[in-house]
């Protein structure tokens, strides 16, 4: 089975986990432009994207509108549950899906799925039930990694490479 949709948790893999406020009370987060590339590539392979983050931002909001994300969930409480959901809309399985998260409320999700990857600095107990522990940072390129991870494994270097040539 090869792999169709991969995951997204946001803070701690697309960013650092850094929670930055201004003093107007505006959160700031930074994103990894290597990521965003290759959240674009994956896309352009056919293949999907999902975020499903436990927190609400207006920010993170705006960078799943520019990544193309249409499969995005915000504020949620249980992962595996709407990930649950969200499968049975894109008629897919658990083995059809890769995810990334790096911390506890990321578990039952990263437990579900055919491959789960976690950032190098991950909760050691997420680290413990990972099929993949990336060596970048989150926020330092971790997604990318675990991308460039999946085509390789997939056999999609060709066409990956195809994109931008």
Do not use: C
Not at 16 to 27: M, P
Not at 114 to 120: A, Y
């Amino acid at each position: 089975m090869s792999i169709e949709l991969i995951v997204l948790d946001v803070d701690g893999t697309m960013t650092d986990s850094r929670i930055t406020y201004s003093e107007n009370g505006d959160e700031i987060k930074s994103f990894n432009v290597k990521d965003g590339l290759a959240i674009a590539s994956w896309r352009k392979l056919g293949k999907q994207v999902a975020i499903i983050t436990g927190r609400s931002s207006d920010i993170v909001a705006r960078r799943a509108k520019e990544l193309h994300i249409e499969h995005f969930y915000q504020g949620i409480h249980n992962k595996k549950e709407v990930l649950d959901t969200l499968l049975q809309k894109l008629d897919l399985s658990m083995e059809n899906v890769a995810a990334i998260g790096d911390d506890l409320n990321d578990m039952s999700m990263l437990k579900a799925v055919n491959t789960s990857f976690v950032p190098r600095d991950a909760s050691v107990y997420v680290d413990r039930i990972a099929t993949v522990i990336l060596t970048k940072k989150g926020g330092d390129g971790a997604v990318r990694e675990m991308i460039e991870h999946l085509i390789k494994q997939e056999g999609l270097e060709e066409q990956f490479l195809e994109l931008w040539d």
